[in-house]
């Protein structure tokens, strides 16, 4: 019958909102420095070997004869005590960054969503309290600090310290995800569900959780800003990537001896997880006001 | 004659209060109604607020259980929560809500919204899903283009609309609404109005409709009960309420409506000037609870709570001044 | 020359938003003479807090006025900055709104907000607490609230609705004001309730000798409670008369509409409502706003918008069918 015409309705709904979302989120013109900022680190891990200058100086290279070089036309950023083109090490040390804070998402915010929705949803049932009170255990802890001991436990690779910092950090997803479950479980549409015979199933995934999306994406944008610079940190004491592979906590920790004399060694690294941090916090802001539905 | 469809025998709903300076005390919200409806008819409830009519339709449709009393729905006992009733009665029995704000989830579409009720109660059809729910939208004057909508691009009439279409998807018997159109403009509610009447001369269905507009209710209903602090004062058949109303707060209420016209006037009775506070359900005053306002309380009024007596056929009042 | 303590001339409002220019205000007329009680009346939408909030200047930061003048009390407000308004928002006018949470802060007791109003109206003397209790307790008592002191020493929480509201409506009474505007302050107030602070808000602007724009979409409210009445729709006023000669004899096929549309206590069915929605505000037509759900429009609505043609005393109506 209509259904090209629906579809076609449909289409440019969607183009719409989305221009909308765009406008919301332009408004705030850091918000598109820090985009611009996450973009820019992507691409430059993704494409590391096309763009970097010196791509093999990431692997098992040594070259004293270049060793210490401050920064100048050809060493952009300088070299570390081992000849290596500081630049490239940074740009390949992007991948580590992004990955380790995707990956830790990827686990955390399902295994804490799906935790904060049922304690939240049956809140006053003993399972709930459970939940919860096992998520105030582990929120009492400071993150760094767990991460530190777990990681210490295991042998510092980038994927244990990934586990490291999940087991600290579901708990901050599943506390969100609770608080709105409880006060939208009582919105008049879940409800209306409820009364209409839907299974709980239904309920959580289809007619809660997606009223859960703004504080939730708002959320994951900052976090991984800092769930980077807690590997970062966790890197700088020994517990991540191992060398010759680079990884920015790493490199300022290595260079960390060589200060003040030749700081750049140190103080490029450090100011890449500081940028990297900067710009998925102006984003975040943006994304929040994206998903505030104001009119 | 029109058998009766859902019978409402000594309803009582109490609500515990855990904290506070009050804790350990109740609120009353119903406290002993008796009502019943007949197929093809519309019951209308009309109190403001802390008079419980809220809390009724909500167990009525199962979203609280009965604390003392008993509902009957087409001979069978509803008076428990909503999950713990069997299935075909939650497709028998339908809700539209007071708030279209909220009364429709943001995050899915018309489609999804309407869908819902029928894969649960397995009444989609599968051949032509699509053009099921557009025959559901052309019910309430929907055109096919708002399946894709979401509700945050719809007015509230229009949200109610859909509320409407949602409720009667399952071919219910019965639906209970709560104050559908009080938060829209009068033109808007006046077709959502004239929607519900033609829909219900078609498919004989019962309402149970609340509101706190009584020109509405002259309007719409076959028979009135005006509630007050979780009792009713009064229930007449819809000529005799308005015409003939015996209860105080009844004449009072009447008198306090604004109204557009001359002819109407007369119909607001002895002036009996609204005075006083509505008091809290938690603090009912001993006797009759509308003691603190009524014009004309007498001794016996502070001392015992007054009996429902019916005065004549059909014609229910609790006064101590008959 | 009548005194007129509020002029408004062809007053035009956009909101800027991402799709364009909302043009919501497009040509509002509206006076108000010293003394008396103006009811504006119309549905969601139409602009009616627009137009108000123009006269106080408190409009959101995406509002500009690309047209119109706004006289208060003859000063045109458009011309004055922030500091030049003091006097208005001081001592001038006040502001009732629909939702007293609004006006009420909920972190402090009625007393500390009512001394605040009374401090910043300008009154001689107003300074000095003693001086300011005075007032409160005297303006609370003329709105017929019970117990006063215990009253200012609560917070909005405690108090009931209706309360709430009457205290909203003694303070904006509790200094004297030369226009009140009360925004729906009854709309969700239990109809008993809503009768007592409905003449209580008549009693009081009466005897202060305030004027008082009241802003409805009930017709019934309108007419118990104004001396005129101003029929609004899609960004202008479309008919204005006397409230009682506007209950007998309604002009505007948009005002007979609406009335036909309001359920009877006298009973008769209920009406089919009108056909169609609001317009839209991002192009709206060149010619009259109402006439594509207008029953009696003719080519010359489309293209042409209609101007104020009189019809009687005070009676004026935006129709072809009268010019």
């Known amino acids: 019958m209509n259904n090209k015409q629906e579809k076609v309705v449909t289409k440019r709904d969607k183009y719409e909102n989305i221009k909308q979302s765009w406008y919301k989120f332009s408004l705030n013109k850091m918000s598109v420095v820090g985009l611009v900022v996450v973009c820019l680190v992507a691409i430059l891990g993704v494409f590391e070997p096309i763009i970097a200058p010196f791509p093999t100086h990431v692997g098992a290279y040594v070259n004293f004869k270049e060793a210490s070089i401050p920064p100048n036309t050809t060493y952009w950023m300088g070299t570390d005590v081992f000849g290596r083109d500081i630049m490239s090490r940074i740009f390949y040390a992007f991948r580590g960054a992004l990955t380790m804070g995707i990956g830790v998402l990827v686990v955390v915010v399902p295994l804490g969503g799906i935790l904060g929705l049922i304690a939240g949803y049956w809140k006053g049932n003993w399972i709930s309290t459970l939940i919860m009170r096992v998520t105030d255990v582990f929120l009492a802890l400071p993150p760094l600090i767990l991460a530190l001991a777990v990681s210490a436990i295991l042998r510092p690779t980038l994927l244990n310290s990934m586990m490291a910092i999940c087991v600290s950090w579901w708990p901050w997803y599943t506390r969100l995800i609770y608080g709105m479950t409880t006060t939208l479980r009582n919105e008049l549409y879940v409800k209306s569900a409820e009364l209409l015979g839907a299974s709980k199933g239904h309920i959580l995934f289809r007619e809660i959780l997606p009223n859960c999306l703004g504080p939730l994406f708002t959320k994951m944008t900052l976090d991984m800003g800092w769930v980077i610079l807690t590997g970062a940190s966790l890197s700088f004491v020994g517990l991540g990537e191992q060398p010759p592979i680079p990884s920015l906590g790493t490199m300022v920790s290595d260079g960390a001896k060589f200060l003040p004399a030749q700081w750049w060694i140190a103080i490029f690294p450090a100011l890449a997880i500081m940028v990297i941090v900067l710009g998925f916090n102006l984003m975040g802001d943006g994304i929040k006001d994206m998903l505030s539905s104001e009119e | 004659m029109n058998k009766t469809i859902l019978e409402v025998k000594g309803l009582k709903k109490y609500f515990p209060i855990s904290k506070g300076a009050q804790k350990g005390m109740f609120v009353k919200a119903i406290d002993g109604i008796d009502f019943t409806t007949k197929e093809g008819e519309t019951l209308g409830l009309v109190g403001e607020s802390g008079s419980g009519k809220s809390t009724t339709a909500y167990n009525v449709i199962g979203m609280y259980g009965a604390t003392a009393g008993k509902i009957t729905f087409k001979g069978e006992d509803i008076s428990q929560i909503s999950s713990k009733r069997p299935l075909n009665f939650k497709k028998d029995i339908q809700m539209v809500f007071q708030d279209p704000g909220t009364t429709l989830n943001p995050q899915r579409s018309v489609r999804q919204i309407l869908t819902l009720p029928l894969s649960i109660h397995g009444m989609l059809d599968k051949n032509d899903p699509e053009g099921q729910l557009i025959q559901l939208l052309e019910a309430v004057e929907l055109s096919a283009e708002y399946l894709y909508k979401y509700p945050s691009s719809l007015g509230g009439g229009e949200r109610q609309m859909l509320a409407v279409a949602r409720a009667l998807s399952t071919n219910p018997s019965m639906i209970v609404l709560d104050e559908p159109t009080s938060s829209l403009d009068v033109s808007v509610q006046a077709k959502i109005i004239n929607m519900l009447l033609r829909l219900q001369q078609q498919h004989n269905l019962s309402y149970l409709f609340i509101t706190h507009d009584l020109s509405l209710m002259r309007n719409l209903a076959t028979k009135v009960a005006i509630m007050y602090l979780g009792k009713i004062a009064e229930i007449a058949p819809v000529e005799t309420f308005f015409t003939a109303p015996r209860h105080p707060y009844t004449q009072m209420l009447l008198s306090a409506i604004p109204v557009i016209s001359e002819e109407e006037e007369i119909f607001k009775q002895a002036k009996i000037t609204p005075k006083g506070e509505i008091p809290s359900p938690v603090n009912v005053p001993k006797g009759c609870g509308f003691n603190t306002r009524c014009p004309f309380a007498k001794e016996e009024c502070f001392i015992d709570d007054p009996l429902m007596q019916e005065i004549e056929p059909e014609h229910f009042v609790r006064c101590h001044l008959i | ?323």
């Open chain 3, 1 to 323: 020359m009548k005194d007129k303590i509020v002029d408004i001339r062809d007053l035009h409002v956009w909101y800027r938003t991402f799709a364009g220019q909302v043009k919501v205000l497009n040509g509002v007329n509206l006076n108000v003479i010293r003394g008396e009680k103006v009811g504006i009346v119309g549905e969601t939408g139409c602009g009616k807090t627009t137009t108000v909030k123009s006269i106080l200047k408190i409009l959101a930061k995406q509002a500009s006025i690309p047209k119109g003048e706004i006289f208060f009390n003859g000063t045109d407000v458009l011309k004055k900055n922030k500091n030049e308004l003091k006097q208005l928002h001081g001592s001038g006018a006040s502001m009732i709104f629909q939702d007293p949470t609004m006006s009420l802060n909920p972190v402090f007791t009625i007393g500390s907000q009512m001394f605040a109003v009374i401090k910043y109206s300008g009154q001689p003397g107003a300074e000095k607490k003693s001086v300011q209790q005075a007032l409160a307790i005297k303006a609370l008592k003329e709105t017929s609230m019970p117990d006063p002191e215990r009253i200012l020493q609560s917070y909005p929480f405690q108090l009931s609705g209706g309360m709430r509201q009457r205290i909203s409506i003694a303070m904006s009474l509790a200094t004297p004001r030369d226009l009140v505007i009360a925004d729906e302050p009854t709309t969700n107030l239990d109809v008993t309730i809503q009768d007592q602070v409905l003449k209580m808000l008549k009693q009081r602007v009466e005897d202060k000798g305030s004027s008082l724009i009241l802003i409805t979409h009930s017709l019934g409210v309108a007419r118990e409670t104004t001396d005129r009445i101003y029929v609004m729709y899609a960004g202008s006023m479309v008919e204005t008369a006397f409230t009682n000669e506007l209950f007998k004899k309604q002009l505007h096929p948009y005002t007979q509409a609406l009335m036909d549309c309001i359920p009877r206590l006298s009973g008769g069915g209920v009406s089919e409502g009108i056909p169609g929605r609001i317009p839209n505000y991002l192009n709206p037509s060149a010619g009259c706003r109402f006439a594509p759900r207008c029953p009696k429009a003719f080519e010359r609505c489309q293209t042409e918008k209609p101007e104020y043609v009189d019809v009687g005393t005070e009676h004026q109506v935006a129709c072809f069918l009268y010019s």
